[in-house]
């Protein structure tokens, strides 16, 4: 079993930036690459970044492509995701979400989830 726990959201305008963490918990949790999803009010969750197990590689979705930076820290069982430049199409809850291999995109891909956070960006 694997928990995640997500923070870090919050009310921002746009423009500004946030940083959201992701607390990894269990006995395997760094095995699993991490997978960052967002869901906006009405819309299906979808991908933002993924990061494999020993957080050397990264992908992002092209709407967070040079705003958004994933990095992990195993020692610390912590999994970051800095956003920069947000605009008010980035409001979503923020998911992250623990899969077994580096590069899925696709929700029923990751087995563990956080319980989200909210990031609100006004304009």
């Known amino acids: 079993q694997v928990q995640l726990v997500e923070s870090g959201g919050g009310l921002v305008q746009a423009g500004a930036s946030l940083r959201l963490s992701c607390a990894v918990s269990g006995r395997t949790s760094s095995g699993y690459a991490i997978g960052w999803f967002r869901q906006a009010p009405g819309k299906e969750r979808e991908f933002v970044a993924t990061?494999?197990?020993?957080?050397?590689?990264?992908y992002y979705a092209d709407s967070a492509k040079g705003r958004f930076t994933m990095s992990r820290d195993n020692a610390k069982n912590t999994v970051l995701l800095q956003m920069n430049s947000l605009k008010p199409e980035d409001t979503a809850v923020y998911y992250c979400?623990?899969?077994?291999?580096?590069?899925?995109?696709?929700?029923?891909?990751?087995?563990?989830w956080g319980q989200g956070t909210q990031v609100t960006v006004s304009s």
């Open positions: 990061i494999d197990r020993t957080g050397s590689t990264t």
């Open positions: 979400a623990a899969g077994g291999a580096f590069g899925f995109t696709r929700v029923s891909q990751y087995n563990y």
